[in-house]
């Protein structure tokens, strides 16, 4: 079993900067690409971020030149800081990871963490 465990949430105000965490843990043989996403009431989850297992990032536009996402492989963990923050960037934050256990390769998600930034 894989879980998804994310951190670093919380209210900041236009401008500031928060950095969001998520860790693996479980069964893991290795873990492909681990990405951010972000939803806001009444819509879709959107991608903000993706790093590959070799470190290829992409962001989306909204968030390039902000936001910046990095990984620790030894740690199975992923992160997002997050600068210049406006508060269209308020929105429920959601970790994902594509992993193989032993018994398959799958994506997984994690809890969610809020972000709300104020004007």
């Known amino acids: 079993q894989v879980h998804l465990v994310e951190s670093g949430g919380g209210l900041v105000q236009a401008g500031g900067s928060l950095r969001l965490s998520c860790a693996a843990s479980?069964?893991?043989?290795?873990?492909?690409?681990m990405g951010w996403y972000h939803q806001v009431p009444g819509k879709q989850r959107e991608l903000v971020a993706v790093?590959?297992?070799?470190?290829?990032?992409n962001y989306a536009d909204s968030v390039k030149g902000r936001f910046t996402i990095s990984r620790d492989n030894a740690k199975n963990t992923v992160y997002l800081q997050m600068n210049s923050l406006k508060p269209e960037d308020t929105a429920v934050y959601y970790c994902?990871?594509?992993?193989?256990?032993?018994?398959?390769?799958?994506?997984?998600w994690g809890q969610g963490t809020q972000v709300t930034v104020s004007s």
């Open positions: 479980g069964t893991i043989v290795s873990i492909n690409a």
């Open positions: 994902n990871a594509r992993i193989l256990t032993m018994a398959s390769l799958g994506d997984y």
């Open positions: 790093i590959t297992s070799g470190g290829s990032t």
